[in-house]
């Protein structure tokens, strides 16, 4: 039996803030330890590492979400007591009504509404002197995400809606004005939602029996009640916000389309499996979420190290997806490494690791990954467009984190 090697410092949440998605990376390094013990908040943190530790975080008879998402981040984020902090057959019920939303069926309605949208865009776009990619598919993505879960949307409506739901986002890795912003963003969204559950339980608002709104405003818990109607507005914006959110990946994805154009032509020249690796790389190299939490829900000892009941331990995402030993040159940006990667559901992990069903793994994985692939086609075979010089660099340090210029276009022209 070891003890965990321990960082001597009083706390570190501001060199989290500073060091931004390597922070754990970093000490990993440092140390040669893929597990470390630190003070973040003004509470020890186990930090791990690496595949095998992405194993045994997943491991529900170790851990569990109890008190494990800070408040600041649930109140931005993701919506208080949502699904992400539940444990045990409460959140395996509430998954299963996250997961019947993923049918094939399901799938091919949004792949087609955002066909529909990518192509109503381009022609607005071919009179536009300029486009502001990162801003255009966050509105883009939430007529989508409207149209799909069953949430009416106005036109006049799309820009505050869509930058409510990107507010709420941008928020979580943030202290200040930008937290504040997310603050407000939530607020204002659960209003506009909780007001669409009521109306459609009281029959005023008619949508499909098997629209993800229907289906969340009469899902029954597991003491066959309905959730309350805040609560109900919380889950569907699990589904509206998270769908904006796919601009962040679309928005990098445009640039890796520019500083790779032969990939751009395998793309538009339709290579068979080339899109789907290529978004495959676009979310292994590209940064989103920087770690994920849990709490040790018994003790246990794992790899010679004990893990006391309650203690508090983070994930690290990035630098999993950045790992030498498990990704070569995981700085390059080589979209064939994906011919060869093993499919784990512990090493690939930018929307958690484990299983979609019975873990927390992310519910809309495989729908960020159709409307990737999606939009990518749409960037690569049936536009042209011109990049003129900006600044494509984006900030480590600022989570989260997105290209300084946005992407702008220019000239944008339809290809049939
Ligand atoms: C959970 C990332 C898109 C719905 C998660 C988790 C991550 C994540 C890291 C937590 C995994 C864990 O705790 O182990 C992302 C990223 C996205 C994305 C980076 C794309 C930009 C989506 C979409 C939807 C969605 C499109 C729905 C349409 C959810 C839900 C959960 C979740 C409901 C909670 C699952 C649970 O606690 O069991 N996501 N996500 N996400 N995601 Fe996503």
């Given amino acids: 039996m070891s003890a965990v090697l321990h960082e001597k410092v009083l706390d570190n949440s501001l060199n989290l803030l500073l060091e931004g998605f390597p922070f754990i990376h970093n000490r990993v390094k440092r140390f040669h330890s893929n597990i470390f013990k630190t003070r973040i908040m003004f509470q020890n943190v186990i930090c791990l590492h690496g595949e095998e530790a992405a194993k045994v975080f997943y491991d529900p008879d170790k851990f569990m979400r109890f008190q494990a998402i800070p408040n600041r981040i649930q109140r931005t984020l993701m919506g208080k007591d949502a699904i992400q902090t539940m444990d045990g057959e409460g959140h395996l019920h509430r998954k299963a009504m996250f997961m019947s939303l993923m049918t094939p069926d399901s799938l091919y309605k949004l792949n087609r509404l955002l066909t529909q949208q990518w192509q109503a865009a381009i022609h607005r776009w071919e009179h536009q002197e300029e486009v502001v990619l990162f801003e255009e598919t966050q509105d883009l993505l939430c007529r989508v995400a409207c149209a799909w879960t069953g949430v009416p949307l106005i036109n006049e409506d799309v820009r505050n809606r869509a930058s409510d739901f990107a507010a709420m986002v941008d928020a979580f890795g943030a202290v200040g004005p930008r937290h504040m912003r997310g603050r407000i963003a939530r607020k204002r969204a659960e209003a506009w939602i909780e007001d669409i559950i009521q109306r459609i339980r009281d029959g005023k608002l008619k949508v499909p029996e098997n629209s993800p709104a229907h289906v969340i405003a009469f899902h029954r818990d597991i003491e066959d009640q309905l959730l309350d109607p805040h609560m109900a507005a919380v889950e569907l914006i699990n589904l509206l916000r998270p769908i904006v959110a796919i601009a962040w990946y679309i928005t990098f994805g445009a640039v890796a389309l520019h500083e790779h154009p032969v990939a751009r032509r395998k793309i538009a020249a339709g290579e068979e499996g080339y899109v789907e690796m290529f978004v495959q790389e676009v979310r292994r190299y590209y940064p989103f979420g920087p770690s994920l939490g849990n709490r040790v829900k018994n003790d246990f000892t794992w790899g010679g190290h004990k893990f006391k009941k309650g203690t508090l331990v983070f994930l690290d995402v990035y630098g999993t997806l950045h790992d030498e030993q498990i990704w070569e040159?995981?700085?390059?940006?080589?979209?064939?490494?994906?011919?060869?990667?093993?499919?784990?559901?512990?090493?690939?992990?930018?929307?958690?690791?484990?299983?979609?069903?019975?873990?927390?793994?992310?519910?809309?994985?495989?729908?960020?990954?159709?409307?990737?692939?999606?939009?990518?086609?749409?960037?690569?075979?049936?536009?042209?467009?011109?990049?003129?010089?900006?600044?494509?660099?984006?900030?480590?340090?600022r989570m989260p984190t997105y290209p300084n210029s946005k992407f702008i276009m220019r000239n944008v022209r339809a290809v049939e």
């Fill in 329 to 397: 040159n995981p700085d390059e940006f080589y979209p064939y490494r994906f011919r060869y990667w093993d499919g784990s559901a512990f090493n690939f992990i930018p929307q958690g690791g484990g299983d979609h069903f019975t873990g927390h793994r992310c519910a809309g994985e495989w729908v960020t990954i159709e409307a990737m692939k999606v939009s990518m086609v749409f960037l690569s075979r049936y536009m042209e467009y011109e990049v003129p010089p900006q600044d494509l660099n984006f900030s480590l340090e």
